[in-house]
């Protein structure tokens, strides 16, 4: 059998998808899509904004810190201020791929729309309760 790699299959699918008329207008009128779609690229937005813009900021800020010298006046608030904005990101991220998998399993599926708005409404819930939950040993 054909093993394709998955982005390389992405790219052949939505190809094929574009081809074909009738699912092209379907797939145009199909909220559940656009929902996703949006959601898609709000989490590489957030990505993006991370990678790019605040951890670039933040191993600035801490490169400024030797080992046998205080810290600098004023570092620890700043860090702590970028780490803050950081960890909202992230619940947000969270929030985003759960939205897409909620939509993407409505796409196969095809619950009820009442359904689907509970879903995304838990996953907010989740993803404030974990963006609320302290983090004591950070990543570990």
Do not use: N
Request: overall charge positive; aromatic content about 14%; hydrophobic content about 55%.
């Amino acid at each position: 059998s054909l093993h394709l790699p998955p982005m390389l299959g992405y790219l052949v699918t939505g190809v094929l998808l574009v081809l074909d008329r009738s699912s092209l207008s379907v797939a145009m009128r199909s909220w559940t899509l656009w929902v996703k779609f949006g959601a898609s690229v709000a989490l590489f937005g957030f990505l993006s904004y991370v990678h790019f813009y605040l951890q670039p900021r933040i191993e600035g800020l801490i490169s400024q810190v030797k080992p046998d010298q205080p810290l600098p006046q004023g570092l620890a608030p700043r860090v702590g201020a970028l780490r803050l904005r950081r960890k909202r990101i992230s619940a947000l991220c969270l929030f985003t791929v759960l939205t897409a998998v909620a939509m993407g399993a409505r796409m196969l599926t095809d619950y009820p729309v009442w359904l689907a708005l509970v879903f995304v409404a838990a996953i907010a819930v989740f993803a404030y309760r974990t963006f609320k939950s302290p983090l004591p040993y950070g990543w570990f």
